[in-house]
């Protein structure tokens, strides 16, 4: 427990965001969660993190209730804080239509960081940067003062590297943690060198981690890492990571075996639930089917209501055609295919233990 905040004690560490020369306190806020949650809730985590400290704030289009939630929550403060939002619309029309619907749903005349979202194959990068395409469109909102720095995100450091070199962008976002080592191979350097503003999603894994702080304290500790943006769905959570976050940095070595526990039990093929497979033609809860063994039941176990849960998933899996449309989605490149049926199979025999 936190007990009582005292702004002397925890006051979270701030920098300077690559060439857009933005103050970001070093934790800031992704806001994939909240959609998940009351409308309330929502607003009363968003604002926790503004009373901390946290200044950086990231949602996007796709986030379904996201942006609309952020904008009540820091309408009255919005001088105050830095907001970011993403649209995965390659035409220059639909990027730009996005825009105005997430100017209007987070109350807001600007945008200060907008970006580019998942950029992972040449083939986008192609597109947006063709005649008419997302890219144009970037630049007329910026010259228009829509916007106000530019910024793209991927799944896939080595198609990144490659666009960051063609020096457009002031930030890039990737995935990065102590399972997902590669962007500190080459891409974080570079953006280092360029003074590109790096920000990392998924330091948790999502969710797959066996200690969150330690996974965390990994991300911010790195050399390369400007500011990290977990997700964040409950006060608790927003206060335990500005703990951690205002805290040593320092790994100890019971830390250390956690991270190695972690690497022998998920490896580098598991889900990290971004949900990018969805929506399946067969309505099958791909994240959850391959989840739900190694996580879900793990850490909530059998609560009222998931032996139905789990039965009715099974049932879906079980209806797979192996179209592939989920694989062609998956930024991490899963065997999605060939997951499916063997964790529906380890589920089904659960499940039968489970009811005797």
Not at 325 to 345: G, K, T
């Amino acid at each position: 427990m936190l007990g009582v905040y005292e702004s002397s004690k925890l006051v979270l560490r701030e920098t300077v965001l690559g060439r857009t020369r933005l103050k970001v306190k070093t934790l800031g806020f992704g806001g994939i969660p909240i959609q998940k949650t009351s409308e309330k809730e929502a607003i009363d985590v968003v604002r926790r993190c503004y009373e901390l400290g946290i200044n950086y704030y990231d949602t996007a289009r796709r986030y379904r209730a996201s942006e609309e939630r952020i904008g009540k929550a820091l309408e009255d403060v919005r001088d105050e804080i830095i907001l970011a939002t993403k649209s995965n619309r390659r035409t220059g029309r639909e990027m730009l239509e996005e825009l105005e619907t997430s100017l209007n749903n987070l109350r807001t005349d600007r945008i200060d960081v907008y970006q580019l979202h998942n950029v992972s194959t040449t083939d986008a990068w192609e597109r947006i940067k063709a005649p008419g395409g997302a890219l144009e469109a970037l630049y007329r909102a910026r010259d228009e003062g829509k916007i106000d720095h530019i910024g793209i995100t991927s799944h896939d450091p080595a198609v990144l590297a490659e666009i960051i070199r063609e020096d457009i962008f002031e930030t890039m976002m990737i995935p990065y943690n102590y399972l997902t080592p590669k962007p500190e191979e080459e891409l974080l350097p570079l953006c280092r060198e360029m003074n590109v503003g790096t920000i990392i999603m998924k330091p948790f894994g999502g969710g797959a981690f066996s200690n969150a702080n330690t996974a965390l304290k990994f991300v911010l500790s790195r050399e390369f890492v400007d500011i990290v943006i977990p997700g964040m769905m409950t006060v608790g959570e927003v206060e335990e990571n500005v703990r951690v976050a205002t805290g040593s940095h320092v790994i100890s070595e019971e830390e250390l075996e956690l991270i190695e526990g972690d690497k022998v039990e998920l490896g580098s093929k598991f889900c990290r639930a971004c949900n990018y497979c969805q929506p399946c033609p067969q309505e099958i809860p791909i994240t959850f089917v391959l989840r739900a063994e190694s996580q879900t039941l793990k850490r909530m176990g059998w609560r009222p209501g998931m032996e139905e849960r789990v039965a009715g998933a099974i049932e879906k899996a079980e209806s797979c055609t192996e179209c592939g449309e989920c694989e062609a989605r998956c930024p991490y490149h899963l065997p999605i295919r060939r997951l499916l049926p063997e964790m529906a199979s380890s589920l089904s025999r659960l499940l039968e233990m489970r009811r005797g």
